[in-house]
């Protein structure tokens, strides 16, 4: 199938016809052709994007309310067609899409949509100077938007719907690797009555398409999510046009287990904050340290529990594994597991590529474990981003932590513990953006998420996307 790019309400070709392919992952075939965008096309989307903005940005809040609720409806009417079209474009789970992608993505919009009927801004009275003062919250104008591959559509609204809540007009740009469901919301967003230019999205690759919006004058915030190096290339563009600039970028999660933990709750929870997504999820406990007490018993009970994991098509419903995204991304994930024991690394599960029956040319991948000795080696500092983990053992809370922070990444840790003390020690000390005791993954829109250290600038979430999506502005009156 051919997908166009979006813009004022219709959907275009590129102004040159150029077209990139678009592969099915599960099968290794090409499916389709995307557009490979210019900066013509980006600056197509922008024009219309300013000349929707005044109408857009003066609109109630109600009516942008009705709005971004109507479109979170109208993906739960379309669920099974959009977690399809997520699935056969990412290779993930047919399952996953349909409980995880699509219900987010409409939640995104339902939060957001509810959100700005609730966001305030402050006022400071000058008492004794007869003043006060009081801030505005005014949308930037027309905004960037750009995503990943790994959950297409649920963060590419995750930025969409808080930027035009916020009265902003967009120019987005999903992955190139995953764009069908983008492609698809265009629809959505014409049925709910988005007036025209408010949502334009623009498809092609990160160096030509992405590029252009990133260095496009007009186009004042950034709001990005991907790769650390992508990121620092975005923040070397956009800070001497003194761009607002969100990154949330990757990530090499810790996993800390002490012995006091509820021990199957944790090890059924570590089986998915391990390999959920093919283990593609920036939010992954890719790096596992167990405390020394239980370490043998929790080696041989996750082999266990990962061996009987069943990778195969996506469609499948019984499937828990699915393909990896691109044919380049497996054996950027297969080239790590090739130098595990070399860094003194052993496999103790996994490690292959998978034939699947009738789809042998897709990009199946083992879950693989693998238990290391050395934190500084690759496999525990390089984000792999795959069905990848190491395991490790330490024997007191300050190794416990130091192995956790020992890393340039600092998205989330996850920590398994029954005592109050380590649980406050450990939230404190992290060095992360988000610490989960005892879960993993349990997400609350309304809070701030986001990452410290390489893996990012800025918070997404709740007001924190409201505060970012605007600019403040104070107003002083004398009296
Ligand atoms: P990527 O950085 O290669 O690409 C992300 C997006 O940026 C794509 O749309 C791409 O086309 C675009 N892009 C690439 N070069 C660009 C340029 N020069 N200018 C503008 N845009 C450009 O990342 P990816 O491989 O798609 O995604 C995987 C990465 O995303 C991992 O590192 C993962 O940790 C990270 N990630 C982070 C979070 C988070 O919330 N922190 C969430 C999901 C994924």
Not at 163 to 176: F, L, Q, R, Y
Not at 216 to 233: D, E, L, R, V
Not at 360 to 387: A, H, M, R, W
Request: glycine content about 8%.
């Amino acid at each position: 199938m051919n997908i166009k790019n979006y813009i004022n309400g219709k959907f275009e070709n590129p102004i040159h016809g150029d077209y990139i392919d678009n592969y099915d992952p599960s099968v290794g075939e090409v499916y389709g052709q995307i557009p490979n965008s210019t900066n013509e096309d980006v600056e197509k989307a922008y024009e219309f994007a300013s000349k929707a903005f005044p109408k857009w940005s003066n609109t109630t809040l109600e009516k942008r309310s009705r709005i971004l609720i109507k479109i979170s409806d109208l993906l739960e009417e379309n669920l099974v067609r959009f977690a399809k079209a997520e699935s056969i474009d990412n290779g993930k789970p047919l399952n996953l899409a349909k409980q995880i992608d699509i219900p987010r993505a409409a939640s995104n919009f339902r939060f957001f949509g509810n959100a700005i009927s609730q966001f305030s801004s402050e006022s400071h009275e000058s008492v004794g100077l007869n003043a006060v003062n009081f801030t505005l919250r005014q949308p930037i104008g027309v905004v960037g938007c750009i995503s990943p591959w790994n959950l297409p559509l649920y963060l590419f609204t995750w930025k969409i719907a808080p930027a035009i809540a916020a009265g902003n007009c967009v120019v987005a740009k999903p992955s190139e690797v995953t764009p069908m469901t983008a492609f698809l919301l265009g629809e959505i967003c014409n049925e709910a009555g988005l007036p025209k230019g408010v949502l334009n999205i623009v498809h092609g690759l990160g160096t030509t398409t992405g590029q252009a919006i990133i260095e496009h004058p007009n186009i004042k915030a950034i709001s990005f999510t991907g790769g650390t190096k992508t990121g620092a290339h975005i923040a070397r563009v956009a800070a001497p046009m003194f761009k607002k600039l969100s990154l949330e970028l990757g990530g090499k999660n810790p996993n800390i287990i002490f012995a006091d933990c509820v021990y199957e709750k944790m090890l059924a929870t570590t089986v998915r904050s391990s390999f959920a997504n093919q283990g593609q999820i920036c939010l992954c406990g890719s790096r596992i340290f167990v405390e020394e007490k239980i370490y043998e018993k929790f080696k041989k009970d996750f082999i266990k529990k990962v061996s009987e994991l069943k990778v195969g098509h996506p469609e499948k419903s019984d499937t828990d594994i699915g393909a990896l995204v691109s044919a380049a991304h497996l054996e950027k994930v297969k080239s790590y597991i090739d130098i595990a024991e070399s860094e003194g690394g052993k496999i103790l599960f996994g490690g292959n590529k998978v034939e699947v029956s009738g789809s042998e040319n897709g990009y199946y991948l083992q879950p693989t474990i693998i238990e290391v000795s050395d934190n500084q080696c690759k496999l525990n500092q390089e984000e792999i981003f795959g069905p990848v983990v190491t395991i490790m053992s330490f024997k007191t809370d300050e190794e416990g932590l130091s192995l956790a922070n020992e890393v340039k990444y600092g998205l989330s840790a996850t920590l398994w513990t029954n005592n109050l003390n380590r649980t406050m020690q450990f939230s404190k000390l992290l060095q992360t953006g988000i610490v989960w005791v005892n879960t993993w993954m349990l997400r609350d829109l309304r809070t701030p998420f986001g990452g410290v250290k390489e893996s990012g600038v800025g918070r997404e979430g709740g007001f924190e996307a409201l505060r970012f999506f605007t600019e403040p502005k104070n107003i002083c009156i004398k009296y």
